[in-house]
């Protein structure tokens, strides 16, 4: 009877070792199926990135045949390692896109993250800065980008202010919160993240937002990038990876605490409630007032290359038609 059991234990124990082995087998060859690529953040884990790990965690990026990385730019940024062809995708902005384009660089943008720019300056509300007049005489800390004199030039400039009197330093990637408590008065951020987190710190902040004072400052940002030779070269693929992208931003418009727990899961160092409540904000601003998500208009495009072109950021006009594509999101 024990020589029985034994038998019966081992042929049962090798019969499960036998379909461990099969699905292991089954999960490699559906795995090695897939096509790799790569897709590179702008800057570490947050809301602006959910749909891309959810399209990871729900599987929409296999079902298009993908298996996608998704990493940190690191020292050499998103938008150079996509043009360089280390990476196929990227997450990058506007503003980069255009400088790019103009020196000859061919990124493409292939579909826009959040329809209208949520970005603009805040500021503690005791430092009362409500509008760019109130720039004067005070600290601007930001990261050292020419960009940033003139955008905070073009708004003072319409209420007759003067940028000579604005202090600007650079603080890097320092922290808003610690920043504006040390030596600085106000900073550029995104409201959806650093906006959102004043809100669950109670602490009160004024907003000077730039599409309240220029149109042509109501730019995409972020956005999801290729390179021409991608495009030209491997278009499937592409086209595989914005419709999944898609389902993904789709995803987190419908569900914003699921998508939420899927960036928590995917990035357990964030704060949880940040999380919830930043995804919670975005998900009316992803796609916004457009037919779809990931939608672009060429006159958007136009309108931010020629408001840095009168501004001096640019050496040459932008053809815009080639800086950007629709044709791979889903019909």
Request: proline share 3%; net charge negative.
């Amino acid at each position: 009877m024990k020589k029985w059991i034994a038998a019966f234990a081992a042929s049962v124990l090798l019969a499960g070792c036998s379909g461990t082995n099969e699905q292991q087998t089954e999960q490699e060859e559906s795995s090695a199926d897939l096509k790799k690529v790569t897709v590179v953040l702008d800057w570490t884990p947050n809301t602006n990135h959910t749909g891309l790990y959810v399209a990871k965690e729900k599987g929409f990026f296999e079902e298009e045949g993908l298996d996608v990385t998704i990493q940190m730019p690191g020292e050499a940024g998103a938008d150079q390692l996509v043009a360089s062809e280390k990476a196929d995708f990227g997450v990058g902005y506007q503003e980069g896109i255009t400088q790019a384009r103009v020196q000859g660089v061919p990124l493409v943008s292939i579909a826009a993250v959040i329809q209208h720019n949520t970005s603009g300056f805040a500021s503690p509300a005791s430092k009362n800065i409500q509008s760019p007049k109130d720039f004067e005489g005070k600290t601007y800390g930001g990261w050292g980008s020419p960009v940033e004199e003139s955008v905070i030039d073009s708004l003072m400039k319409q209420e007759q202010a003067d940028v000579e009197k604005v202090n600007i330093v650079n603080i890097g990637d320092a922290d808003f919160f610690t920043a504006v408590e040390r030596d600085i008065d106000f900073a550029w951020i995104y409201y959806g993240w650093t906006g959102v987190e004043a809100e669950l710190r109670g602490e009160d902040i004024n907003m000077v937002y730039l599409t309240d004072y220029s149109e042509k400052l109501d730019y995409y940002t972020p956005v999801l990038t290729t390179s021409e030779n991608m495009i030209n070269n491997d278009p499937e693929t592409v086209k595989a990876f914005v419709k999944a992208a898609s389902k993904g931003y789709e995803f987190a418009i419908d569900n914003p605490s699921d998508a939420a727990d899927v960036l928590i899961k995917a990035a357990p160092e964030l704060d949880a409630e940040l999380v919830k409540k930043s995804q919670e904000w975005l998900a009316t601003k992803y796609q916004d007032d457009a037919d779809q998500w990931g939608e672009q208009r060429l006159e958007v495009w136009e309108n931010y290359a020629s408001w840095m072109l009168e501004n001096g950021l640019l050496e040459s006009e932008l053809d815009a038609e080639k800086a950007f594509t629709n044709e791979f999101l889903p019909q």
